[in-house]
């Protein structure tokens, strides 16, 4: 074929777009099953080349220098390293991939046996298991094992996100003074920089700061851009939310909190503090080092119990405990427009846009009327979905239509009719293609 003839690349077959998009799909299907017949193959090869020694075993690579470390995490078997060379060259990878391929495969049969029959069974994907695979690798048995047994439900539908947080979780409970360590560590590498600015005469500003130092800035950079939005400002969030932060910097938030000394007359100014709500959810035994782990929704991620009492005492920091959200509370208003109350409990429920994969935090994003208020549908949590403007936009002018199954469930279907259910659990493909009638909408 002549890569370089207009001709050859992209003719038109005849195929209408449905079809073609159903044998993109077979194709897709065919190799999830090709791979897990190679996964298959690779560990019954492990299985026949374990050593019972370190020495002459496969270690990582890092670059070109060998780390010493098995090519899988501990518990899992040594295999022979000249034996190995002839697996990768077999599997057509390079020296390095190759060896780090093999090597989640190997985490994943022998660390994470549940997950391992999940990719068998073709419930889960062969690249979220490496992925997977890559994060438990440095983990000890126990914190391995606690990571399988709660995928092992629901594995083939939990999004990265969660994935992420289950291992941070893993670390936080069963190697405390490890994660203690590296968040000490990461403490001690905070900056906050503005580069210098560019011919167009804009600057980027970039840093690493405290979760809950990070969250403070972001409420009130995101307060004054809805603000300046109220004042008639007609740019988007995004350039409002730049606009706010340097208005930040041209005021001097304490001179609000002035006060005189009735006695001297003296003026006295104090420091505002640290004024933001925090949604941290604690057991009984998060404090008792049981289970040294809390969840901070504004986070989205676990949090040790240390860092948890840290934002707590420090000096300028007033902690309001407020009652639980019931995120089933669903009492609708009248108008169109939203209360607080009811985005809040929203963005707590569904974190990030609804659309398939989209990973925009809900506290950016539009609130969409599931059933249009102009048809009847209510202005309550049950009936409002986060999605941000792309989505919206997708949903609002093109064919993308979307049901609420649940609040927090909704079954999407695309142009060409494919159905997507999307969850707290992430996305999943469902293969029931319709075709649509655009006379229908």
Same mark, same amino acid.
């Given at each position: 074929?002549?890569?370089?003839?207009?001709?050859?690349?992209?003719?038109y077959?005849?195929?209408?777009?449905?079809?073609?998009?159903?044998?993109?799909r077979?194709?897709?299907?065919?190799?999830?099953?090709?791979q897990?017949?190679?996964?298959?193959?690779?560990?019954?090869?492990?299985?026949?080349?374990?050593?019972?020694?370190?020495?002459?075993?496969?270690?990582?690579?890092?670059?070109?220098?060998?780390?010493?470390?098995?090519?899988a995490?501990?518990?899992?078997?040594?295999?022979?390293?000249?034996?190995?060379?002839?697996? %990768?060259?077999?599997?057509?990878?390079?020296? %390095?991939?190759?060896?780090?391929?093999?090597?989640?495969?190997?985490?994943?049969?022998?660390?994470?046996?549940?997950?391992?029959?999940?990719?068998?069974?073709?419930?889960v994907? !062969?690249?979220?298991?490496?992925?997977?695979?890559?994060?438990?690798?440095?983990?000890?048995?126990?914190?391995?094992?606690?990571?399988?047994?709660?995928?092992?439900a629901?594995?083939?539908?939990?999004?990265?996100?969660?994935?992420?947080?289950?291992?941070?979780?893993?670390?936080?409970?069963?190697?405390?003074?490890?994660?203690?360590?590296?968040?000490?560590?990461?403490?001690?590498?905070?900056?906050?920089? %503005?580069?210098?600015?560019?011919?167009?005469?804009?600057?980027?500003?970039?840093?690493?700061?405290d979760?809950?130092?990070?969250?403070d800035?972001?409420?009130?950079?995101?307060?004054?851009?809805?603000?300046?939005?109220?004042?008639?400002?007609?740019?988007?969030?995004?350039?409002?939310?730049?606009?706010?932060?340097?208005?930040?910097?041209?005021?001097?938030?304490?001179?609000?909190?002035?006060?005189?000394?009735?006695? !001297?007359?003296?003026?006295?100014?104090?420091?505002?503090?640290?004024?933001? !709500?925090?949604?941290?959810?604690?057991?009984d035994?998060?404090? !008792?080092g049981?289970?040294?782990?809390?969840?901070?929704?504004?986070?989205?991620?676990?949090?040790?119990?240390?860092?948890?009492?840290?934002?707590?005492?420090?000096?300028?920091?007033?902690?309001?405990?407020?009652?639980?959200?019931?995120?089933?509370?669903?009492i609708?208003?009248?108008?169109?427009?939203?209360?607080?109350?009811?985005?809040?409990?929203?963005?707590?429920?569904?974190?990030t846009?609804?659309?398939?994969?989209?990973?925009?935090?809900?506290?950016?994003c539009?609130?969409?009327?599931?059933?249009?208020?102009?048809?009847?549908?209510?202005?309550?949590?049950?009936?409002?979905?986060?999605?941000?403007?792309?989505?919206?936009?997708?949903?609002?002018?093109?064919?993308?239509?979307?049901?609420?199954?649940?609040?927090?469930?909704?079954?999407?279907l695309s142009?060409?009719?494919?159905?997507?259910?999307?969850?707290?659990?992430?996305?999943?493909v469902?293969?029931?293609?319709?075709?649509?009638?655009?006379?229908?909408?």
């Open positions: 074929m002549d890569l370089g003839s207009n001709a050859s690349i992209g003719k077959d005849g195929r209408s777009v449905p079809e073609l998009l159903g044998e993109i077979s194709e897709v299907v065919a190799r999830k099953s090709s897990v017949r190679e996964w298959i193959a690779i560990v019954a090869w492990a299985d026949q080349n374990t050593l019972d020694t370190r020495e002459g075993a496969a270690t990582l690579l890092d670059g070109v220098v060998d780390t010493g470390v098995p090519i995490g501990p518990g899992a078997p040594l295999v022979s390293e000249f034996a190995l060379m002839e697996l %990768i060259a077999v599997l057509d990878r390079s020296p %390095i991939g190759g060896r780090a391929y093999v090597g989640q495969v190997i985490e994943c049969a022998w660390r994470l046996p549940r997950l391992y029959r999940a990719v068998v069974a073709g419930r994907d !062969t690249w979220k298991a490496q992925r997977i695979a890559d994060l438990t690798h440095p983990l000890c048995p126990e914190a391995v094992e606690f990571v399988d047994r709660q995928l092992d629901a594995v083939d539908d939990v999004g990265w996100k969660q994935l992420e947080r289950l291992v941070a979780e893993a670390i936080l409970r069963f190697d405390p003074e490890q994660a203690e360590a590296e968040r000490e560590r990461i403490s001690d590498h905070r900056h906050f920089d %503005i580069d210098e600015p560019s011919d167009t005469g804009h600057v980027i500003v970039h840093g690493l700061m979760a809950v130092d990070g969250h800035l972001d409420q009130a950079i995101n307060r004054r851009a809805v603000l300046l939005g109220k004042c008639g400002d007609e740019s988007s969030l995004d350039v409002r939310r730049s606009k706010a932060a340097a208005e930040l910097a041209r005021q001097d938030l304490s001179l609000d909190l002035l006060f005189a000394d009735p006695e !001297t007359g003296e003026v006295i100014a104090t420091s505002p503090g640290r004024r933001v !709500t925090l949604n941290v959810h604690v057991t035994t998060t404090f !008792t049981d289970n040294p782990v809390a969840r901070c929704e504004e986070l989205d991620a676990p949090v040790s119990s240390t860092q948890v009492k840290d934002w707590l005492q420090a000096p300028t920091t007033m902690v309001i405990v407020r009652p639980v959200i019931d995120l089933a509370d669903c609708p208003v009248d108008s169109y427009e939203i209360p607080d109350r009811h985005r809040a409990r929203v963005q707590l429920r569904d974190h846009c609804r659309f398939l994969g989209c990973t925009v935090k809900a506290s950016r539009d609130l969409d009327h599931s059933i249009e208020h102009a048809r009847g549908g209510p202005t309550c949590p049950c009936n409002l979905v986060p999605l941000c403007r792309r989505h919206h936009r997708a949903k609002t002018f093109s064919l993308w239509r979307y049901v609420t199954i649940q609040p927090g469930h909704y079954l999407w142009p060409n009719g494919h159905h997507f259910l999307v969850g707290p659990n992430g996305t999943k469902l293969d029931t293609p319709r075709r649509i009638d655009p006379d229908d909408y």
